[in-house]
């Protein structure tokens, strides 16, 4: 056993040892597209062709509208999405890991692992043994591998022979042969949607060596939008209008294509009102430093703001007696003394001590401008209500159109991708495919 994992990394790692390539457009002469669009860069990992086997098994496109939540087919009604849902096997709703943030959660779906497996346990955080901080916002601690763990979606494909592409998704730029798509594209908030459609159109219809058979997409509106005008507010049915058209766009192009396409669409978690009446001050104890503000707050020895990652902090116990004075809405742990359900016990890298707040409360340090007054966040437990919970729909071949199933953790959705192509999980994950077998024909 111990052999073979030796022999799937090393031959993991001489697949991506080169360095990644920027590619010109793949050529693609049979290709019509509806518009003309300037499509992005891609950039190519040097991967072998798909097998003869790879070649064999079908398609799927994971799709991640950010921050959709649960019930918000039901209450803005989109035309397109509404009728997707119904030719779809759903879950009643995506339980996120915690916290539900968009880089864990992205991760989670892509790993089968809980964040502090997979080790991008929030948006934002220091990691002493690396003496880095990670932040999404940072492009050169993202792509940095050394942050990763576990073996991706991209590279248990590639490891068995099979193409993977991705069109935006956390952790496909990493520097590591586990997280590696064939193809891929850096990040870009303001990216064209029709350019996407075109690409991943263009994806599909390469030569069948080439196509790749598991490609992600991603858009962040559903998101911004949630953030600044709420769950529930006009601004976000208009953005979910303008992404359902995007949608129906590319499903129609892909239902154009003869081939074997399954379609699920996910999200990392939901949305929920953030009221100015529920935000407490938060004293940052002496000797500490602090990231994160709102649903929940790490903290870590204060060397570490100056790149000093010798220190440790300052005794705890009396710190964690400060925070937790008087708490009514929130509460501080330990990461090894948290609650089991919320699986950060092993997460070291979320500080000395990370503090939860209760749903729908914010909690402010002092120190930080808060993220403004935004009516709508998330980042809070999964278990407490179902407004941290997002969709998973996915529709055909390998999916009973019509099916709706209970509401299942995010760990399982590895399992279950990598069920319909077909690769087998050697290695240890979190999740299984049992929970969501039944959404399958
Ligand atoms: P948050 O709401 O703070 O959990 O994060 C949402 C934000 O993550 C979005 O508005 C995007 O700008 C950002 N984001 C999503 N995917 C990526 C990515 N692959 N690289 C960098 N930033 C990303
Ligand atoms: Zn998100
Ligand atoms: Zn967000």
Redesign the pocket.
């Known amino acids: 056993m111990q052999f073979k994992q030796l022999l799937f990394a090393l031959a993991l790692a001489a697949l991506v040892a080169c360095q990644p390539i920027e590619q010109t457009q793949p050529p693609a002469p049979s290709v019509k597209p509806l518009l003309s669009v300037p499509l992005a860069k891609v950039i190519e990992n040097p991967q072998p062709d798909n097998s003869a086997w790879a070649q064999q098994q079908p398609y799927v496109l994971m799709i991640s509208l950010?921050?959709f939540r649960w019930d918000y087919v039901d209450m803005y009604k989109p035309k397109f999405l509404s009728r997707f849902v119904a030719e779809s096997a759903r879950l009643e709703g995506l339980r996120p890991s915690y916290p539900s943030?968009?880089?864990p959660n992205h991760i989670t779906l892509v790993t089968g692992l809980y964040p502090q497996n997979h080790g991008i346990v929030a948006?934002d955080f220091y990691e002493s043994e690396l003496q880095k901080r990670y932040r999404?916002k940072d492009r050169e601690a993202?792509r940095d591998g050394r942050f990763y763990k576990g073996l991706s979606i991209w590279g248990l494909a590639a490891g068995q022979g099979m193409r993977s592409a991705s069109y935006?998704?956390?952790s496909?730029?990493a520097n590591s042969p586990a997280f590696a798509p064939s193809y891929y594209l850096p990040?870009d908030?303001h990216g064209d949607h029709m350019a996407r459609v075109e690409q991943i159109v263009r994806w599909l219809e390469l030569p069948p060596a080439k196509r790749p058979h598991f490609i992600n997409l991603?858009f962040?509106e559903t998101?911004?939008a949630g953030?600044h005008y709420g769950p529930g507010s006009a601004e976000l049915g208009e953005t979910i209008n303008q992404i359902d058209k995007v949608l129906e766009t590319l499903v129609r192009r892909l239902d154009a294509l003869d081939l074997a396409i399954n379609i699920v669409l996910v999200s990392d978690h939901g949305m929920t009102p953030a009221p100015e009446a529920k935000r407490i001050p938060l004293v940052v104890p002496a000797g500490y430093t602090s990231l994160g503000n709102g649903p929940n707050v790490q903290l870590y020895p204060a060397a570490y703001k100056q790149g000093d990652y010798r220190q440790s902090a300052p005794d705890p116990e009396q710190a964690l007696a400060q925070l937790n004075q008087a708490a009514e809405h929130h509460r501080c742990y330990r990461p090894e003394q948290a609650p089991a359900p919320l699986h950060i016990d092993k997460a070291r890298r979320l500080g000395t001590i990370v503090c939860v707040a209760e749903a729908g409360w914010s909690l402010m340090t002092r120190s930080k401008k808060y993220r403004a007054l935004s009516p709508g966040n998330?980042g809070w437990s999964p278990l407490e209500g179902q407004d941290m919970h997002g969709i998973f729909y996915g529709r055909g071949p390998a999916f009973k159109p019509g099916f709706v199933h209970p509401r299942q953790d995010n760990i399982h959705v590895y399992p279950l991708l990598a069920h319909i192509l077909g690769l087998n999980i050697e290695h240890s994950i979190d999740g299984r495919l049992g929970p969501m077998k039944a959404l399958l024909k």
């Open positions: 950010d921050g943030k968009t880089f948006n999404l993202v935006f998704w956390p496909s730029e990040y908030h991603y962040h998101d911004t953030h998330h």
